[in-house]
Nanobody
């Protein structure tokens, strides 16, 4: 069983940048397809992006494409979310998640139901 801990959230002005980290422990990190989700107040948790086990494949929702980048370092058991050109509508609690199903190294998924393990979340607030 894997434990996930996010960090790097904070308060930033619109147009600014943040980098979130998700550190995994208790499992073999390279076996997990990883994803980022976010939840704004009063809204459902939504998919932000996903990265394949090998890091060769990524998927993003349209609203963050060209602004957000997901990477992973399997040697450090860490996934990152680089967020640039932040907008007030990006304000949310950001969660990392892991999918333990056996998948090809290049596969990603945007289905929340596929993810078995979740972090506690980190708050990102973008002021206008």
């Amino acid at each position: 069983q894997v434990q996930l801990v996010e960090s790097g959230g904070g308060l930033v002005q619109a147009g600014g940048s943040l980098r979130l980290s998700c550190v995994a422990s208790g499992g073999t990190f390279s076996r997990y397809l990883m994803g980022w989700f976010r939840q704004a107040p009063g809204k459902e948790r939504e998919f932000v992006g996903s990265i394949s086990r090998s890091g060769s494949g990524t998927t993003y929702i349209n609203s963050v494409k060209d602004r957000f980048t997901i990477t992973r370092d399997n040697a450090k058991n860490t996934m990152y979310l680089e967020m640039n050109s932040l907008k007030p509508e990006d304000t949310a609690v950001y969660y990392c998640a892991a999918d333990s199903d056996t998948r090809a190294p290049w596969v990603t998924t945007d289905d929340r139901a596929d993810y078995d393990y979740w972090g506690q979340g980190t708050q990102v607030t973008v002021s206008s």
